[in-house]
């Protein structure tokens, strides 16, 4: 099969388009056609080698598959071929204390498709049965391919971590992101009110029409003054943030008092000081999240079928043209999603 294989880290690394043997099936797998793979930040992690405890190289990146089941392995006993299926990219065991109560995101023996085994920049990839969730009829495989990670990462962040009151304030770091952009679009339809930051007029452009009430030009130092300013002084209740780094630390500035923070990244650095005294006077949670569960998976994807949630789709490349999607993904010129097409 045609695969797109990194076989040296850097920024750029070297990703070699060519011929990588068929995956098989085995015991409780699957063997997937890939229509389309969404590129995340985790793919650029990856290609430049700073993903704790990845595995060495050679790896096909790509975690957020869409496709046709094209083979079932033995003890694969739901799947059958044909079937139209996205791929929960956070590969759990099914077993541990954790994915008994449904919280796969906390898996004691978690994987990463396309980071611990070979993932969907590829024709074809094998994924475990259990990590499959069906398509609904009204979803195609772009839009499965540019929600199923980022906006159920949104989505675990918004209606799990933390939680949204109707008429709440909600800003949205980097509302021209994959996250960034799912989380516009959720939070709009639980009613609260949204202000986005973006660092161009064209990115703040994009987020305004995906919902956002309010868009902050984040190249301003004093972006948070501006985001009191537009609460009244009050701040917001809810920030999504998936930036890090200094970024976290102005978030704080937005917040306010009972105000909530949750973050599922650290793009810009992964060590931050936090200010503890107006912390706890002012009762503010700072909250984590990583990844997703399969009933958030679920959820975006009902929200996807009933068009309350659109896929924002900045690019689709072909996958020999997967060496541009990642540059173009590097150099912060994307609106949305970039999904690469076999
Ligand atoms: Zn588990």
Same mark, same amino acid.
């Given at each position: 099969?045609?695969?797109?294989?990194?076989?040296?880290?850097?920024?750029?690394?070297?990703?070699?388009?060519?011929?990588?043997? $068929?995956?098989?099936?085995?015991? =409780?797998?699957? /063997?997937?056609?890939?229509?389309?793979?969404?590129?995340?930040?985790? &793919?650029?992690?990856?290609?430049?080698?700073?993903?704790? #405890?990845?595995?060495?190289?050679?790896?096909?990146? #790509?975690?957020?598959?869409?496709?046709? !089941?094209?083979? +079932?392995?033995?003890?694969?006993?739901?799947?059958?071929?044909? $079937?139209?299926?996205?791929?929960?990219?956070?590969?759990?065991?099914?077993?541990?204390?954790?994915?008994?109560? #449904?919280?796969?995101?906390?898996?004691?023996?978690?994987?990463?498709?396309?980071?611990?085994?070979?993932?969907?920049?590829?024709?074809?990839?094998?994924?475990?049965?259990?990590?499959?969730? =069906?398509?609904?009829?009204?979803?195609?495989?772009?839009?499965?391919?540019?929600?199923?990670?980022?906006?159920?990462?949104?989505?675990?962040?918004?209606?799990?971590?933390?939680?949204?009151?109707?008429?709440?304030?909600?800003?949205?770091?980097?509302?021209?992101?994959?996250?960034?952009?799912?989380? !516009?679009?959720?939070?709009?339809?639980?009613?609260?009110?949204?202000?986005?930051?973006?660092?161009?007029?064209?990115?703040?452009?994009?987020?305004?029409?995906? =919902?956002? &009430?309010?868009?902050?030009?984040?190249?301003?130092? $004093?972006?948070?003054?501006?985001?009191?300013?537009?609460?009244?002084?009050?701040? +917001? $209740?809810?920030?999504?943030?998936? /930036?890090?780094?200094?970024?976290?630390?102005?978030?704080?500035?937005?917040?306010?008092?009972?105000?909530?923070? +949750?973050?599922?990244?650290?793009?810009?650095?992964?060590?931050?000081?936090?200010?503890?005294?107006?912390?706890? /006077?002012?009762?503010?949670?700072?909250?984590?999240?990583? =990844?997703?569960?399969?009933?958030?998976?679920?959820?975006?994807?009902?929200?996807?079928?009933?068009?309350?949630?659109?896929?924002?789709?900045?690019? !689709?490349?072909?996958?020999?043209?997967?060496?541009?999607?990642? &540059?173009?993904?590097?150099?912060?010129?994307?609106? #949305?999603?970039? /999904?690469?097409?076999?």
């Amino acid at each position: 099969m045609k695969a797109v294989q990194l076989i040296v880290h850097g920024a750029p690394g070297q990703l070699v388009c060519g011929e990588a043997p $068929d995956p098989v099936a085995g015991p =409780g797998e699957v /063997v997937v056609r890939v229509r389309a793979c969404g590129l995340n930040r985790l &793919d650029l992690w990856m290609e430049e080698g700073s993903v704790p #405890g990845a595995p060495p190289l050679p790896r096909i990146l #790509g975690g957020e598959v869409s496709g046709d !089941i094209i083979a +079932v392995g033995p003890g694969a006993t739901h799947a059958r071929i044909g $079937d139209r299926v996205a791929v929960q990219s956070n590969l759990f065991c099914g077993e541990c204390e954790f994915c008994a109560r #449904g919280e796969e995101s906390l898996c004691l023996k978690g994987r990463l498709l396309g980071v611990h085994r070979d993932g969907g920049f590829a024709e074809k990839v094998s994924v475990p049965e259990r990590a499959l969730v =069906g398509l609904p009829e009204q979803v195609d495989y772009d839009t499965s391919a540019a929600l199923t990670l980022a906006a159920s990462t949104a989505m675990h962040m918004l209606t799990h971590r933390a939680q949204v009151r109707s008429a709440d304030w909600v800003l949205v770091i980097g509302g021209a992101s994959g996250v960034g952009s799912g989380a !516009i679009q959720i939070a709009k339809g639980l009613g609260a009110r949204v202000v986005s930051t973006g660092s161009t007029e064209e990115k703040r452009k994009f987020a305004t029409e995906l =919902g956002a &009430d309010y868009a902050v030009d984040s190249e301003r130092p $004093d972006w948070p003054a501006e985001v009191r300013q537009i609460t009244g002084k009050r701040g +917001v $209740d809810l920030v999504v943030e998936h /930036v890090g780094g200094e970024v976290l630390g102005k978030c704080f500035e937005c917040l306010a008092r009972g105000g909530t923070i +949750v973050t599922c990244g650290a793009t810009a650095g992964r060590e931050t000081a936090l200010k503890l005294w107006p912390f706890f /006077v002012k009762e503010q949670k700072l909250i984590g999240s990583y =990844g997703r569960r399969r009933e958030d998976i679920l959820t975006t994807l009902q929200w996807a079928a009933a068009g309350q949630l659109k896929a924002a789709i900045g690019g !689709i490349y072909p996958l020999a043209e997967t060496r541009a999607a990642f &540059d173009a993904l590097r150099q912060r010129q994307v609106m #949305g999603k970039v /999904v690469i097409k076999p």
